[in-house]
C-alpha cells in the first residue's frame, strides 16, 4: 500500500517562507507524476503544483511565482518550497501522485497522508 508523510508545516506570518516534504513509500516513486493539493476550511482540495516523472513543474495560477515543487527520486521525495506567502494559503497540504485523464487533467492516487497544516498570520 502507498504510504504519503506530509512535514514542514507551521505558523508562520504573511510574506514568510516554509518547505514542505512529502516521503512516499510503497510505489514506484521516481516513474510518478506526484503534486502537492492543498484544502482549505469549508473549501474543495485543490491541486497546487505537480511534477512529472521527467521533472517538468506546472502550478496553479494562485501560487504560480511563489511556490516551487521538486523532488529527490534518491529519497523518494517530493518537496514544496512556499515564498511570499498569504493568509489565504491557509490550509492543510498533501501530497499524492497523480494521473492524465484522456483530456489531460490531473487526478489524485486513492491513498492519502495526514497532511500538514499551513497557517499564515496577517
Known amino acids: 500500500q502507498v504510504q504519503y508523510v506530509e512535514s514542514g508545516g507551521g505558523l508562520v506570518q504573511a510574506g514568510g517562507s516554509l518547505r514542505l516534504s512529502c516521503a512516499a513509500s510503497?510505489?514506484?516513486?521516481?516513474?510518478?507524476?506526484m503534486g502537492w493539493y492543498r484544502q482549505a476550511p469549508g473549501k474543495q482540495r485543490e491541486l497546487v503544483a505537480a511534477?512529472?516523472?521527467?521533472?517538468?513543474?506546472e502550478y496553479a495560477d494562485s501560487v504560480k511565482g511563489r511556490f516551487t515543487i521538486s523532488r529527490d527520486n534518491a529519497k523518494n521525495t517530493v518537496y514544496l518550497q512556499m515564498d511570499s506567502l498569504k493568509p489565504e494559503d491557509t490550509a492543510v497540504y498533501y501530497c499524492?501522485?497523480?494521473?492524465?485523464?484522456?483530456?489531460?487533467?490531473?487526478?489524485?492516487?486513492?491513498?492519502w497522508g495526514q497532511g500538514t497544516q499551513v497557517t499564515v498570520s496577517s
Open positions: 511534477i512529472s516523472s521527467g521533472g517538468s513543474t
Open positions: 499524492n501522485s497523480l494521473a492524465r485523464t484522456y483530456y489531460g487533467a490531473y487526478y489524485p492516487g486513492a491513498y
Open positions: 510503497g510505489s514506484t516513486f521516481s516513474g510518478n507524476n
